[in-house]
């Protein structure tokens, strides 16, 4: 709210609703040119109700904002992260919040393909977390299969930097480099087990590099349908097609690796 007024005056951010119902009232002072602002810091999760509001004087009459609402979410952890490294203050799992939070979610592309994927991942994090910390003997392990992520995530924090131009462009390219490498580190090995395994029985001929057109085909329209939702701003849409992107990169990647590789074993 900005006034035109020649003096110093307290303006009183006022109807404040907290989440849990709870009043809130803030007085603050305007600069001389009359206007004046009030950093709020939410400390509880849910709805917030904010209105401002300048009662007036004998020379200047009074002024009510707008109501203004917004939504406190709540924070998520990095559940198996934080399980395996013992604390959140680790190094690696602030560097992971950190992607997260500071690199993905700022973006429209990012924010709802962290919906889907945080659908996903909640799904069975709770569990495999409670199950490395009932085993704390396999946290080694755990960190050993963590470790190849963490760099993959440095190499997409620099493509991100490269293409800062644009924020959007450069979380979908950050998001290509960290599936090609996903792909190719995680999934390839275990595409070619059952390559080896159907090459070794010799009962059907192996699929060629060639014959993947179609989930080519799947990822062109993926992206296609990510430049759909960058201009219709469509969430649902974009949460679809992000995820669809990531997904058909890994499986292209890994399939195209595997199926090279098991020509030479």
């Given at each position: 709210l900005h006034l035109s007024i020649r003096r110093q005056r307290q303006m009183c951010i006022r109807d404040s609703y907290t989440p849990d119902k709870t009043a809130m009232n803030k007085t603050v002072l305007s600069t001389v040119d009359g206007s004046f602002t009030y950093a709020l810091s939410p400390d509880l999760i849910g709805s917030w109700i904010v209105k401002?509001?300048?009662?007036?004087?004998?020379?200047?009459?009074?002024?009510?904002?707008?109501?203004?609402?917004?939504?406190?979410?709540?924070?998520?952890?990095?559940?198996?992260?934080?399980?395996?490294?013992?604390?959140?203050?680790?190094?690696?799992?602030?560097?992971?919040?950190?992607?997260?939070?500071?690199?993905?979610?700022?973006?429209?592309?990012?924010?709802?393909?962290?919906?889907?994927?945080?659908?996903?991942?909640?799904?069975?994090?709770?569990?495999?977390?409670?199950?490395?910390?009932?085993?704390?003997?396999?946290?080694?392990?755990?960190?050993?299969?963590?470790?190849?992520?963490?760099?993959?995530?440095?190499?997409?924090?620099?493509?991100?930097?490269?293409?800062?131009?644009?924020?959007?462009?450069?979380?979908?390219?950050?998001?290509?480099?960290?599936?090609?490498?996903?792909?190719?580190?995680?999934?390839s090995p275990i595409t070619l087990v059952p390559l080896l395994v159907l090459k070794k029985m010799r009962k059907k001929q192996l699929p060629r590099v060639s014959q993947l057109r179609a989930l080519l085909f799947a990822w062109v329209m993926s992206a296609t349908l990510i430049l759909v939702g960058e201009i219709t701003s469509s969430s649902i849409l974009m949460m679809i097609a992000s995820g669809a992107f990531v997904a058909f990169t890994i499986a292209l990647t890994a399939g195209a690796i595997a199926l090279k590789l098991v020509k030479h074993v």
């Open positions: 401002a509001s300048w009662t007036g004087d004998s020379e200047h009459e009074g002024a009510i904002s707008p109501t203004k609402s917004f939504t406190v979410e709540e924070q998520k952890a990095c559940i198996i992260a934080t399980t395996t490294y013992g604390s959140e203050l680790e190094p690696e799992v602030q560097f992971l919040r950190g992607f997260r939070d500071d690199m993905v979610l700022p973006t429209f592309a990012g924010s709802q393909f962290m919906k889907g994927f945080n659908a996903w991942y909640y799904s069975f994090s709770p569990s495999l977390a409670s199950f490395i910390a009932e085993h704390p003997h396999i946290k080694e392990a755990v960190k050993g299969i963590l470790y190849p992520l963490m760099g993959i995530l440095h190499l997409s924090t620099a493509t991100q930097s490269a293409f800062s131009f644009n924020s959007e462009i450069s979380i979908i390219m950050a998001g290509l480099v960290a599936s090609v490498l996903i792909g190719a580190i995680y999934f």
